[in-house]
């Protein structure tokens, strides 16, 4: 049974940092890509980062380049989310997903149909 559970979310002043932490089972992390979404109040699902550990491969949101740092063991299981310099607008719902493992990853990984699991989430807020 294929199960992700997101950790680490809460309160952080603006310009500070937290790391989220996916704990993945049911699956060899090296066989699916996972990915960080958010979805803030009033707006819809977006894709954050991706880590393809077969493949090599990291993408990013524009928004958060530079910023944000997704790494993996798949040893542990464990995918995570480096978050640094946070600003307000990333208040939101952190979720990680595992999708199947797809040729050319990179062009499809921030269509969230893609994704057949899903963690419940974890909240992350940013204020002063």
């Known amino acids: 049974q294929v199960q992700l559970v997101e950790s680490g979310g809460g309160l952080v002043q603006p310009g500070g940092s937290l790391r989220l932490s996916c704990t993945t089972s049911g699956f060899a992390l090296r066989s699916r890509p996972v990915s960080w979404f958010r979805q803030a109040p009033g707006k819809e699902r977006e894709a954050v980062s991706t880590?393809?550990?077969?493949?090599?491969?990291?993408y990013y949101a524009d928004s958060v380049k530079g910023r944000f740092t997704i790494s993996g063991d798949n040893a542990k299981s464990m995918v995570y989310l480096k978050m640094s310099n946070l600003k307000a607008e990333n208040t939101a719902v952190y979720y990680c997903a595992a999708a199947l493992l797809t040729a050319s990853w990179g062009g499809y990984w921030t269509d969230s149909s893609r994704y057949t699991y899903w963690g419940q989430g974890t909240q992350v807020t940013v204020a002063s």
């Open positions: 880590i393809s550990i077969s493949q090599g491969s990291t």
